[in-house]
């Protein structure tokens, strides 16, 4: 982090100040939060951003990352059922597997008498 940077001293006394482990969910979205900031301006403008730029950018990242659970949940939800499907496929190849290596046992069987 950037010394000069009253973000990121603001961030470090935060995270020494509750036991914070650097590889926290929510360090990396406020490093998130310090990448747009920095990006999201000119470089020439230093200003901290107002609040209400900073509640929009949250409501942002708020949004994307519900849109982004929706399809993760859907997805796992695909998943597990075609997992399921897949099983049910299994269990129906080895019972008709079981079917067949009865019917060719019987008919071994008869063909044996018969002949």
Same mark, same amino acid.
């Given at each position: 982090?950037?010394?000069d940077d009253p973000l990121a001293d603001a961030i470090a006394d935060w995270q020494r100040k509750h036991r914070i482990a650097d590889g926290d969910?929510?360090?990396a979205a406020l490093e998130l939060v310090r990448v747009? $900031? #920095?990006h999201a301006r000119p470089a020439d403008d230093? #200003? $901290?951003p107002s609040f209400e730029d900073f509640r929009g950018t949250i409501e942002l990242l708020d949004r994307r990352s519900k849109s982004f659970i929706n399809q993760a949940s859907d997805l796992i939800a695909e998943l597990r059922r075609f997992g399921q499907?897949?099983? %049910? /496929?299994n %269990? /129906? %190849?080895v019972a008709t597997l079981v079917l /067949?290596?009865?019917?060719?046992a019987v008919t071994g069987v008869l063909a044996g008498r018969w002949l």
């Open positions: 982090m950037d010394s969910p929510m360090i747009y $900031i #920095q230093a #200003q $901290i499907n897949v099983e %049910r /496929l %269990r /129906l %190849r /067949l290596v009865v019917c060719a």
